[in-house]
């Protein structure tokens, strides 16, 4: 009889989640992925709802701006001076476990400051350590989730998971934005409170998800050099050049994307767009960025890879001057949606070859590595952006930001790496580098 799907991912001679000759399934008839996908955009949407509420409970306890900022910023900053030493230890603990505690501990920092606030005891100093937490724990989760998706899901299911789980982090951003304001409105504790009992449910239905042990069989144990590991990580992706490009690809685009993000944001003020219409530009691009994710899986496996990356840099070279001509909120909201919609796919393509390329023991640490760069790349974009609008004419600042991302555009089209980019079905038959 066919041995179940989910019972030993990874451990067959085919792809990871599927022994040979048995039938993969749908993604959404896989239990575990389903409680795993279910309980994170709960978790995302609480998290999202806190990041809300914060700048607005400090706000409201000293109404200082700085202080609101110091509080967001606590949790990036946590997360990224975490976030190649949390790689390390990915790969050296039990995942699932890793997981959990991070639930657990989000929920536990979240019921301190609800307790505190019903007290009247809260200060500017627990909401930091609240943060604080908050941005260590996602070090931790992140690649850790990552790293147990190859082993979770069949390896044809593996596009399609990445896509989901961008789609959720969209979803849970979007309904979390929306939720903080208005819980706040009902009280201060109370987008707190949700926050813990996102984390409660996140808990329960990691409890009952089934994630393999480590196919090398080495026991939890302490980093013996941590500083080693997180260098033989570091190593790993800057020798191997499809991950060394494809890195780069996405922080270019992070990095310059996220500066045009805010140059447009303040064209449209200056233009005289309503406020409400920019939060709806806001949303729209939030918006496009799911669909994108829906419809990720399908153009994963109807285009080549190399059309699909290149594919993403001509639209947004294509699509981002117009913003230039347009003065309507809603239509600047419609290009925002347009030029979200194809990134996902490239995303789940380029995240796919490394997830599968990179061996299990070394999957946690390419994690924290992107993690970084990435949110290196996500925080100075906003600088970088402000920079040029006090540099430039809000027209030219868009032309400035259009010109970098085609200058990246060029590399990528004329790039040999990306022209003979694996396709998904092709990753496992590459010769892999041998780990320690």
Known sequence: MTEPVNEAPGTGPAAPGVREGAPVRKLGRNRDYRLLWTGQVVSEAGFSTTTIAFPLLVLAITGSATQSGLVLGAVAVAQL???????ALVDRWHRKRIMLACEAAQ????????????????GVGLLVAVAVVMGLCRALFEPAEEASLPRLVAEEQVPSAVAMNAARTSAGQLSGTALGGFLFALGRLVPFAFDVLAHVFAFVSLLFVRLPDRPDGRPDRP?????????EGLRWVWQQPRLRVTSLCVISLNLFFSAYYLVIIVLANDRGVPSG????????LGAGGILGALAAPYLHRKLSPYLTIIGVFWALTVLTPLAVFLHNGYVLGALFAAIAFLPPAANTTISTYQLLFTPDHLRGRLGGVLGVTGGLAAALGPALGGWLIEL???????????AAIAAVTLLTTFSGTLRGFPAATEVRELEETPGP
Do not use: D, Q
């Open 107 to 122: 929920a536990v920092a979240a019921a301190g400051l609800v307790l505190a606030l019903f007290w009247n005891v809260g």
């Open 81 to 87: 001076v975490a976030g190649l030493p949390a790689g």
């Open 223 to 231: 980093p013996a050099h941590l500083g080693r590991e997180i260098a």
């Open 277 to 284: 219409e920019i939060g709806v530009m806001a949303a729209m």
């Open 392 to 402: 430039l004419p809000g027209p030219a600042a868009v032309l400035t930001c259009t």
